[in-house]
């Protein structure tokens, strides 16, 4: 079965490489902990209100200077571990992940008073309380830091093994697809304020759901297009083909990336400046709904969930970069991403209806027909 699916290679540790494999992300938990905890950090109000004050809930933020750091680390080998471990370790780390995932979501969940979610089932998925801080580090930006530097981690650790084992033969796809998610997750922190206007942090509780989805799913299983693509030498695409493929599948990331960001970063600026043009440019038009405006203009006003179009953009451009289409592992990121999107657009606009009132809900979605993609849906 393994050997059919094409990921024998992740399952030829030795026994003691297997425990370390295994063991690998307590270690990571607890090293981005303490980078969270010691290195200066700026402390900035998030959008979120704190329950027991009513005042801005206050976060410290780091994460751009912690994956400098564990890219560093990583790069020099400086902890001796070798550049393509934890793509090696994918599997067993995953097994490892899932069981501290569960360990801290029984903490998290049974320290928090029980409020409306009777069901004990229920509130380990989706858990009790939407906050809750250790030490001063917030748990969901600590989820967010691990998560998306692991990503990026294994994904370089991808395409390392892919480089050590092809050599002059390597793909240049695999080394596209790891310059992507470095460069998508350097952004990410870069803007990680950002971060802090976004549904995860606005509606989600911290439960399994979140906790495994933080930092497994997203640090270790969001690399999964590699656990197939990595052991594929180059395409082999000559002539203008190839010019096609390396250069097209950049826009298309780009392309993507850039609605993402830009939606993300017009939102933010309307949050926290509700008048000022975004790049001084386009006007923050909008419906008044009580004392919340929606916004209807640039990103905002194309479609009521453009910013997921991005990502589906910069997916699609994921599945094509390896030049291996056929082959059904590189399109796993892309149909995780189109149903994760399609299932939580109709969550939140439920959270929008009822925030914002179903009457001002349904004239935005009279001004701004389209949910994701104008003209199709
Ligand atoms: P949004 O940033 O769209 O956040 C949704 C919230 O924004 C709503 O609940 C509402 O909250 C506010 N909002 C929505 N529409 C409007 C409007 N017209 N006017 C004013 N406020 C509005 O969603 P996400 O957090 O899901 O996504 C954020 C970014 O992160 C996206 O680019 C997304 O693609 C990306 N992302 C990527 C993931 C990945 O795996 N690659 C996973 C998750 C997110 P309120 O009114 O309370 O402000």
């Not at 939407?130 to 530097?149: H, I, N, P, Q, T």
């Not at 922190?189 to 971060?195: G, L």
Request: proline residues 4%; neutral net charge.
């Amino acid at each position: 079965m393994i050997e059919w699916l094409g990921i024998d290679h992740l399952f030829e540790l030795s026994g003691s490489e297997a425990i370390a494999g295994f063991l690998t992300p307590l270690v990571v938990f607890a090293v981005f902990f303490l980078l969270q905890l010691i290195l200066p950090a700026r402390k900035v109000p998030g959008y979120v209100t704190d329950p027991a004050t009513g005042e801005p809930r206050r976060y410290r933020l780091n994460g751009l200077l912690v994956y400098a750091v564990v890219l560093i680390v990583w790069a020099f080998e400086l902890t001796g571990m070798e550049r393509a471990w934890f793509y090696r370790s994918s599997v067993y780390a995953v097994a490892g992940g899932t069981v501290l995932a569960i360990i801290f979501t029984l903490a998290v969940v049974f320290s928090q008073p029980k409020g409306e979610n009777e069901n004990t089932w229920l509130a380990l998925w989706e858990g009790r309380a939407r906050e809750v801080s250790f030490l001063g580090v917030d748990v969901k930006m600590y989820l967010y830091v691990v998560g998306g530097a692991m990503f990026a981690l294994n994904a370089l650790s991808g395409a390392a093994y892919h480089y050590e084992l092809f050599g002059a033969d390597s793909n240049p796809g695999v080394f596209l697809y790891a310059a992507f998610f470095a460069f998508y997750i350097m952004d990410y922190f870069i803007f990680e304020r950002v971060q802090l206007y976004t549904y995860d942090l606005i509606h989600e509780n911290l439960g399994f759901k979140l906790m495994w989805g933080g930092l497994i799913v997203y640090g270790w299983l969001y690399i999964l297009p590699l656990w197939g693509m990595a052991v594929h030498p180059d395409p082999g695409f000559s002539g203008p083909f190839r010019y096609v493929w390396l250069i097209g599948t950049p826009v298309l990331f780009l392309g993507g990336w850039a609605i993402g960001r830009g939606a993300n970063l017009q939102k933010y600026t309307f949050k926290r400046w509700p008048d000022r043009k975004f790049l001084g440019l386009i006007d923050p038009v909008h419906i008044e709904a009580g004392d919340r405006k929606i916004l209807c203009s640039g990103f905002w006003g194309v479609a009521r969930h453009f910013n997921y179009l991005g990502e589906g953009f910069l997916a699609l451009s994921i599945s094509l970069v390896f030049g291996y289409v056929g082959n059904l592992w590189a399109w796993t990121y892309f149909i995780f991403i189109v149903s994760f999107f399609t299932t939580r657009q109709i969550y939140d606009e439920r959270f929008c209806a009822e925030k914002y009132g179903p009457e001002k809900w349904a004239e935005y979605q009279e001004r701004v027909k389209y949910r994701i993609f104008p003209g199709i849906y």
